[in-house]
């Protein structure tokens, strides 16, 4: 049995270790909102904004204690990003890195577009076309709706979330004439999760600890016929946001069948197609912000000695409390239960429930930020702890210590090898 439901929250959960601050500063450099959520500039918007550019060169250095071979790493990136307000009503996004690991070899140099698209509107409308991010939900660290745009774990140490999602070749638009803000979104070739070292074969191969396997990755192809398609509408208010999603997802988790087991082991990676309902809103208070994510997911699909299919329902809520701008603290708490469908479980358990707190503070007038999250998920008895240190040692210049450390109590999960991947990384920034 070969299976991953819950990778994905561990694995994310090693993107929240970047600092606040090298969180906040990753996606807004100062131009537009990318997001959706696009309003059509003013004319003084347009003179004051037509061009923003930004570009970071990195230097970033790991070492793995728990590997007895090719337990450290050095690599740099250059990255450039670009936005280009061309009237009052059009304008491009550009966000592409240049990653390189050393020592060279052949595939140890690569180009990663995050996003690059072209957005026009009116007053009622704006199309959105080209690779961009779409995120859906409220939460920060055990979302239950984000679940359109697939995560790059490769790097996660070295990577704040906010970029760690995986741009898509997606047409959105929006229409203001709905009582709030209705989102239509036609993703053409979905993109699945990346893990470190690559795809769906390494990810394999962590597993098995073997190479001696073939597999037959099915990832989805641009035009290859598997689209996902999505419709949300959300209002925004004094009292809060709310919003109500409806989708037809591709997996972004490969799902494992072994075809053969002699004489090699052989297996082929699917992306099953499954439909989801959501809801979320959030509430702000003096000094917190409440926020609850709920999803109904029908048709999810796992490999038990055959094919096994469940429904699920996802319940997170959370809170982040700010205190004058120095403490934050976040609290989130999630719950999956697997429900209805075909076929028997027997090694995978039908719930899931997980919490996590993540704590930051800043010192010396903001130019030290200090972050420590935890997270614990019950029925697997896995823990997530991490720790970073963020100083910026100049408006352009900072330094980032980071730390995390595994562990699964519960040896027969099919993640237990993580417990392996404990990670402590140095990475160096210059802002032009």
């Known amino acids: 049995m070969l299976t991953f439901r ?16 090298s969180a906040e500063e990753s996606d807004d450099f100062g131009g537009f909102d990318t997001e959706m959520e696009f309003e059509v500039p003013t004319e003084s918007d347009t003179d004051e904004r037509s061009s923003r550019f930004r570009f970071t060169a990195s230097s970033n250095n790991s070492y793995l204690p728990e590997q007895s071979s090719d337990n450290s790493g050095f690599r740099t990136d250059v990255r450039m ?38 957005q026009t509107g009116e007053e009622s409308y704006s199309i959105r076309a080209g690779y961009q991010v779409v995120v859906w939900g409220e939460m920060d660290m055990l979302s239950s709706t984000d679940v359109m745009t697939p995560w790059d774990y490769s790097e996660f140490a ?21 009582k709030g803000t209705c ?47 999505g419709f949300r509408w959300s209002r925004k208010g004094d009292n809060g946001d709310i919003s109500v999603m409806v989708a037809s997802l591709l997996a972004d988790e490969p799902l494992f069948e072994l075809v053969n087991a002699e004489p090699q082991l052989e297996f082929n ?9 959501a809801l979320t809103a959030n509430h702000p208070t003096d000094g917190y912000l409440w926020k609850i994510e709920t999803a109904y997911k029908r048709g999810l699909k796992f490999y038990e000695n055959g094919l096994v299919e469940r429904d699920s329902v996802d ?42 707190i993540r704590l930051s503070r800043t010192f010396w007038n903001e130019t ?40 699964v109590g519960d040896e027969n999960s099919p993640n237990a090898f993580i417990d392996q991947y404990d990670i402590l990384s140095l990475r160096a920034n210059y802002h032009f």
């Open 269 to 277: 990676a699917t992306y099953p197609r499954y439909e989801m309902i």
């Open 6 to 21: 819950t990778l994905t929250l561990t694995l994310v959960s090693c993107l929240l270790i970047p600092s606040a601050t």
């Open 81 to 118: 990003q670009w936005e280009r307000l061309f009237t009052d009503k059009r304008y491009v996004v550009i966000d592409v890195k240049h990653l390189q690991r050393y020592p060279i070899s052949e595939d140890d140099s690569e180009i990663r577009v995050r996003e690059l698209f072209l």
């Open 315 to 356: 319940l997170t809520l959370g809170v982040d409390m700010i205190k004058g701008g120095i403490y934050n603290i976040g609290f989130e708490a999630h719950r999956q239960q697997l429900i209805n469908g075909s076929g028997e479980l027997t090694l995978i358990k039908p719930e899931r429930t997980e919490a996590a």
């Open 183 to 229: 989102n239509i979104i036609f993703n053409l070739q979905p993109e699945t999760n990346r893990y470190p070292g690559g795809g769906a074969s390494t990810l394999l191969d962590m597993v098995l600890e073997t190479e001696t396997f073939t597999l037959d990755d099915q990832e989805p192809e641009l035009f290859g016929g598997e689209y996902e398609t």
């Open 158 to 178: 070295f990577t704040a979330p906010e970029d760690a999602r995986r741009g898509q070749p997606i047409i959105s638009m929006e229409f203001y004439d709905c």
């Open 368 to 407: 030290l930020s200090a972050v420590y999250f935890i997270s614990y998920a019950i029925e697997e008895e896995s823990m997530v702890q991490s720790a970073s240190l963020n100083y910026s040692v100049s408006d352009n210049a900072s330094i980032e210590l980071n730390g995390t450390i595994f562990s």
